[in-house]
């Protein structure tokens, strides 16, 4: 908490941002989800797309975690068009397996297969053997 008032307010601040949510995530969630916002807060007053994408991906999983699906969705969809309108590649796999999850938490199977299905496209592309492993484990 002592880098914070001292951190200049750019893309390295949304990383530190994200970095201490990180560390809330398991024990103090809804610190974690402070630290998120002020990650989202300030990529979005210096315009800094991946780190809004990088806040969403944070803050929904905490989301889901607590069971606040529907807004974990719409969230992730916001995360995609994100991706997409900067063309950001490996952020748009992420967001759309990050989106097929939440449309897998609300039962909407056939939508949670297409975003899969698309996530998985775009992460082959990528070729990290690590990721694809993490799509194969059972939940």
């Known amino acids: 908490m002592l880098l914070l008032p001292n951190a200049k307010q750019d893309t390295n601040a949304v990383q530190l941002y994200i970095n201490l949510g990180q560390q809330y995530v398991a024990d103090k969630p809804e610190?974690?989800?402070l630290y998120y916002?002020?990650?989202g807060?300030?990529?979005r007053r210096i315009n800094f797309p991946r780190g809004?994408?990088?806040d969403i991906n944070n803050?929904?999983?905490l989301l889901n975690m607590q069971g606040l699906y529907d807004s974990s969705l719409m969230l992730n969809l916001e995360g995609v068009k994100?991706?997409?309108r900067?063309?950001?590649s490996l952020n748009l796999a992420k967001t759309l397996f990050n989106t097929g999850t939440s449309y897998r938490c609300i039962e909407e199977y056939e939508n949670a297969v297409k975003y899969y299905e698309e996530g998985k496209k775009n992460f082959q592309?990528?070729?990290n053997k690590q990721i694809e492993a993490q799509k194969k484990m059972p939940k």
Do not use: N, R
């Open 82 to 84: 994100i991706a997409k």
């Open 59 to 61: 803050y929904t999983y």
């Open 52 to 54: 809004i994408i990088q």
């Open 125 to 127: 592309k990528f070729g």
């Open 41 to 43: 807060g300030l990529s």
């Open 31 to 33: 610190e974690a989800k």
């Open 37 to 39: 916002s002020k990650a």
């Open 86 to 88: 900067t063309k950001d």
